[in-house]
């Protein structure tokens, strides 16, 4: 085994049997190439990338290629969940350099840690217009031997290019956007919506779960036929395809054709928390049977394989992997003879399935068969038949051999979800989610901070927690905990997120040029300190923090929370004008501001008015009931009475559930 044996990260330890002399991130690996005069070959991946998974078995498992890179460089592996500061900086550097990137990500780098070459995937052999990765190597190897200057140069403006891109387009004296923004993002994400099959662009098809928050946010807005209708074609065609996973629950990354019938199988933590919100936010506006089927089964599906079950766990894993058995997509799929013989029993039921799911001997996969609903787009109430089942090949399937689980706990993934559930119990009163959200909460609290409060990024089984935590952690944990003293009516959840708030600030706040840096002040120098501005497949840390902000400030009534959210909007104001796509996040930040919100809050032993009060979607709304805590929004009130508010200016006080009601409305 090499270095990467007692790594914390499950990736890394995929990596422990390979013959390349791997090493950590860290100043080991920098020291021996300075000392060696070699260049760093980094090599960046996470546990579920089907095409890490490729590189690794043609190079780094090959003896030969791993005896050049040994010779070479002085090679480093690094988890791109456990340390997304190293990766969005040589991300950027791959892209200003190839104008694209992805994972595995491939950056050679001079000693001191500033990128002279990038690329992603390299195969073994030359093909498709890419070198063979061992030429490439070789190549890097003479221009570094007999080019030292040039490259020296090129990493010096290649390192300069990304400092200057992270922060182009932002000005952090911009005005505050309003309806007009507002308006430019919901026009074009109306035109680049694919009416038919629901999504945004062409293939490969992601779920883009903040661009149709967006849309309900404008349906609640201006009740138009159309943002609804963009919704929910979307939202039926995703739960329809195979990227669903219609025997257990849950979503797979996305899809690679423009029907999602294909998925890319990986199962991410990260979008079963967004997907799920936006099936809640769906049915808590129309009320539909099929999207709350699809919280239930995908809540369901995290709570039974993503959680750490253990005694006194609580906390929930990150992903499972696309492959097992070396096989991409082999854990879900089925032929018409599997299914038969799985219900050999029952054939009626057998053939219930094989016709439900779309079935045939020909199969949409490798000549298999990725269960789906295509062909009923959005029917998926399943007849009593089809559902007994559905159960039974449930039971067949996990006797499979499972994909492989990157059982590793991440603070901003977990704190994605626990807004979910958080939410999800509120507005449906499951107990069992609200003692699981309250679990997480726990555990989070428990797990994720030294004893002196810091917080921390990760933490896996054998391990414990590591990793200075990063702006991210921070704001989805202030979101997180909001979110669980509205669902409980705790106030410790208030005080956990007022601490966890100011940390925020106190660490990443940039004093000079706005927003907030991805590392605290007491983090590790990379060779630029990068700001986490744009949305991807998660919330940006700079939008999770200015919509957590903004609602705890309307919560506590503490006002530098909302000054510092505004400071983010106006930074970052002229970007979500001329590119909203980019920050659908930002933009409900943006929607809260230009709207107000409105704060709720019920005194006393009044449940009804609670349930009431969250049994709508309303994104610009806070409650707070319970145990009182230092706030305006309690100063004043009456016992058994319910008080809605904008801007601490409040309506008649109400104690019947319709004239509650009649307000929110």
Not at 435 to 459: H, P, S, V, Y
Not at 507 to 536: A, C, H, V, Y
């Amino acid at each position: 085994m090499n270095r990467l044996a007692g790594a914390t990260s499950p990736y890394l330890r995929q990596h422990r049997d390979n013959p390349v002399d791997w090493y950590q991130w860290g100043d080991e690996a920098f020291e021996r190439a300075r000392d060696d005069d070699k260049p760093v070959l980094l090599s960046i991946g996470y546990s579920a990338c089907h095409w890490c998974h490729v590189m690794a078995h043609e190079s780094f498992e090959d003896p030969e290629t791993a005896a050049v890179m040994n010779h070479l460089f002085v090679n480093v592996k690094i988890d791109r969940e456990e340390r997304p500061d190293v990766d969005a900086i040589y991300m950027a550097a791959t892209q200003a350099m190839t104008g694209q990137g992805g994972w595995p990500m491939t950056v050679f780098c001079a000693p001191d840690g500033r990128p002279f070459y990038c690329g992603t995937y390299f195969p073994n052999h030359a093909r498709h217009g890419l070198p063979s990765f061992v030429d490439l190597c070789r190549a890097v190897d003479d221009a570094w031997q007999n080019r030292r200057d040039e490259i020296l140069g090129h990493a010096t403006e290649l390192t300069e290019a990304v400092t200057h891109s992270a922060l182009a387009g932002i000005d952090p004296a911009g005005e505050l956007p309003g309806t007009e923004t507002l308006t430019a993002a919901y026009r074009l994400l109306r035109e680049q919506h694919d009416d038919e099959w629901g999504g945004f662009g062409g293939q490969p098809k992601f779920p883009q779960t903040m661009s149709l928050e967006l849309l309900l946010r404008a349906y609640l807005r201006n009740h138009a036929p159309p943002a609804l209708a963009t919704v929910e074609t979307s939202l039926d065609a995703m739960a329809s395809g195979g990227m669903y996973d219609h025997l257990g629950g849950g979503f797979a990354r996305y899809s690679v054709d423009r029907i999602w019938l294909v998925p890319h199988f990986e199962k991410m933590l990260y979008d079963q928390a967004l997907l799920v919100r936006a099936y809640l936010h769906a049915w808590q506006i129309t009320g539909s049977d099929v999207y709350r089927q699809v919280v239930d089964e995908t809540i369901a599906y995290v709570l039974r394989d993503l959680h750490d079950n253990r005694l006194d766990g609580g906390g929930f894993y990150s992903a499972e992997d696309a492959d097992s058995e070396g096989v991409e997509g082999k854990f879900y799929v089925w032929t018409p003879d599997e299914i038969r013989a799985a219900l050999a029993d029952e054939p009626a039921l057998a053939e219930a399935a094989i016709e439900w799911y779309g079935v045939t001997d020909d199969g949409n996969f490798e000549g298999a068969n990725i269960l789906n609903r295509i062909t009923a787009r959005g029917d998926l109430a399943r007849p009593a038949d089809v559902e007994a089942a559905r159960a039974r090949l449930f039971e067949v399937r996990e006797k499979r051999v499972r994909p492989g689980l990157d059982d590793k706990v991440l603070t901003e993934w977990n704190g994605l979800f626990l807004v979910a559930l958080a939410e999800a119990a509120a507005a449906t009163g499951r107990e069992d989610w609200l003692a699981a959200a309250r679990a997480n909460g726990e555990f989070l609290l428990r797990e994720l901070r030294r004893n002196d409060g810091r917080w921390l990024r990760a933490w896996q089984a054998d391990h414990g927690a590591h990793t200075l935590a990063f702006a991210a952690d921070h704001a989805a944990l202030v979101d997180a905990f909001t979110r669980l003293a509205e669902a409980t009516g705790e106030s410790r959840w208030i005080g956990a997120a007022v601490e966890t708030a100011d940390a925020l600030i106190d660490l990443f706040w940039d004093g000079g040029g706005g927003g907030f840096f991805t590392t605290g002040d007491d983090g590790e120098q990379l060779i630029t300190r990068s700001k986490d501005l744009l949305d991807n497949a998660t919330p940006s840390a700079n939008s999770m923090a200015a919509v957590a902000l903004l609602r705890l400030a309307a919560l506590t009534g503490i006002d530098r929370y909302r000054e510092r959210a505004e400071d983010v909007v106006r930074m970052l104001g002229r970007v979500a004008s001329q590119h909203p796509t980019a920050l659908p996040h930002l933009l409900a930040a943006i929607d809260m501001l230009d709207a107000g919100i409105t704060e709720i809050a019920i005194v006393g032993d009044r449940r009804d008015l609670v349930d009431a009060a969250r049994a709508a979607y309303l994104p610009n709304a806070v409650i707070a009931w319970g145990e009182p805590y230092e706030s305006p929004l309690w100063q004043g009130r009456r016992d058994g009475f319910g008080y809605v508010c904008r801007a601490y200016v409040c309506s008649a006080p109400v104690d019947d559930v319709a004239a509650l009601r009649a307000q929110l409305s």
